[in-house]
């Protein structure tokens, strides 16, 4: 029982470590607890303790989707309960299978040193739960170090999974400074002071370089409230409210607007409300990125897009929501969309090979909404791009932890690319972000405001742009691959 009260509580401290608690070196606590309850189990036991784990890690660190479902989803207090908790069932299964292989995978002859088999299943779990069934890297470890140095020296040069894999490993040489072989203790400290100096080593060297002028920009927050946002009546002061916040900023070289701050397809007001904001704007040689949704007459699909308004252009959302943009399984589950009563909530995918749009005479990599928690498809059109743009409406979350979970994953794309990222919010959090993983400049939450700063745009590459995830798994599985050939000899 005592394993089971400690794989638990690591799962309760996990969510600590991440933003807006900020103690990210719980991390560390959270992974050696369940590490240390895997230490003589069987894999059944493992994985029941995962599982543990998993409803503590998410039943606290995704409880916010009971709001999204329930305060803007139109779900009743059971429907979104039993939603809810039929997510974290299901999210909790993933450390529930990591412990099963981690101890499965692990000999015997290995000692306490089978921590190390620990830490590698449970990165390369991660990596599966941040693709399989589209995905939802939310939580993974690594993005809990933006402000140490094992997120700011090993993310632009292993990205988030690289990130993980130094927090998993601390944890298991944690576990190793308890033993009671004076040489494999001093292994572990040796081990673990060389992670953290690599990491305060690495965060010195500058992996990108200036591009050109830097350029003020000016990102708005409408605070528009959800309940009110596709209501037809508050379409007209919905726009009004945001032409006139970028009338105050025309001395900006580019104003961004949030995830479809705009409540009406591109054809219906281009050539009313935004005709005259674009001539306006090129008067006072100002760009202006503007997201909505866009619609193809032709084929009826519609697309959540940001819209190069100055040129045209037009940036299609890749990775939708399931449920919340379109629907899986849809013959089964048609029913869903009708339950939950989501406006627009059937979007069709963009290509992934589009073009890269440009703002401010710079090309850019564009994300819309939760794209920018997946780091594989932040690297799409780097390293041309010198600097990102993420349009989101994270009204969805309410006043949870969730909207500082969401830019905390933010910036470890900074971080991993070495260029800015600019962040546009309907009701926050609105953030740029520095090459380093830092804010510059933060909106507070649910303000009708603006958020202004200047940003070098930047060239070069990180190798994690070069590279992407491919080194740390392929790593990952060689190793479980060697260890496997341990079992062959006698």
């Avoid at 599982?51 to 999204?68: C, D, R, T």
């Avoid at 400290?189 to 920009?217: C, H, N, Y």
């Avoid at 904001?277 to 697309?303: C, F, R, W």
């Amino acid at each position: 029982m005592l394993f089971e009260v400690l794989a638990l509580a690591g799962g309760l401290i996990a969510p600590l470590a991440f933003s807006p608690f900020d103690w990210p070196y719980l991390a560390l606590v959270s992974l050696a607890l369940l590490f240390i309850s895997w230490l003589a189990a069987t894999p059944a036991q493992a994985a029941a303790r995962g599982y543990l784990f998993g409803l503590g890690q998410f039943g606290f660190g995704v409880s916010w989707v009971y709001l999204s479902m329930h305060d803007f989803g139109g779900a009743s207090v059971a429907e979104a309960s039993l939603l809810t908790l039929l997510f974290v069932l299901f999210l909790a299964l993933y450390p529930a299978v990591a412990g099963w292989l981690a101890v499965r995978l692990s000999p015997a002859r290995l000692g306490r040193s089978r921590v190390s088999v620990y830490a590698a299943v449970w990165v390369l779990m991660e990596w599966f739960r941040g693709w399989f069934l589209s995905g939802f890297p939310w939580l993974q470890f690594g993005s809990s170090q933006t402000d140490t140095p094992l997120g700011n020296g090993i993310a632009p040069v292993a990205g988030v999974f690289g990130v993980g894999l130094a927090v998993a490993v601390l944890a298991a040489l944690a576990i190793l400074l308890i033993d009671r072989r004076h040489w494999r203790r001093r292994g572990a400290l040796v081990g673990m002071a060389s992670i953290f100096v690599v990491g305060a080593w690495s965060e010195r060297v500058d992996w990108t370089q200036a591009a050109g002028e830097p350029f003020k920009v000016a990102l708005l927050q409408g605070n528009i409230a959800q309940d009110q946002k596709w209501v037809p009546a508050f379409q007209r002061a919905t726009l009004e409210n945001y032409i006139a916040q970028t009338r105050e900023h025309w001395d900006a070289r580019l104003v961004i607007w949030p995830e479809t701050a705009v409540p009406a397809f591109f054809h219906q007001v281009k050539d009313t409300w935004l005709k005259e904001l674009k001539a306006e704007a090129a008067t006072h040689g100002t760009d202006l990125l503007i997201g909505m949704p866009v619609l193809n007459p032709e084929s009826g699909q519609y697309y959540n897009a940001l819209v190069g308004l100055s040129r045209g252009d037009m940036y299609f959302k890749r990775h939708l929501v399931p449920f919340g943009e379109f629907l899986p399984l849809r013959p089964v589950l048609g029913f869903v969309l009708e339950w939950l009563q989501i406006p627009l909530a059937d979007f069709s995918r963009g290509a992934e090979d589009q073009p890269l749009l440009t703002a401010a005479g710079h090309p850019l990599v564009a994300s819309v909404c939760y794209e920018d928690i997946f780091g594989h498809e932040s690297r799409a059109g780097l390293p041309e791009a010198t600097y990102l743009v993420n349009v989101t409406n994270d009204a969805w979350f309410g006043t949870s932890i969730a909207p500082y979970q969401h830019v905390q994953m933010a910036r470890m794309r900074a971080l991993e690319s070495g260029r800015y990222l600019l962040r546009a919010t309907n009701t926050g959090v609105t953030a740029v972000i520095g090459p380093n993983g830092t804010i510059v400049a933060q909106a507070p939450l649910f303000e009708r405001t603006a958020v202004s700063a200047e940003i070098q745009p930047r060239q070069g590459a990180t190798p994690y742009v070069h590279y992407g995830d491919w080194p740390v798994v392929s790593l990952l599985l060689v190793f479980l691959l060697a260890i496997q050939g341990l079992r062959r000899i006698p």
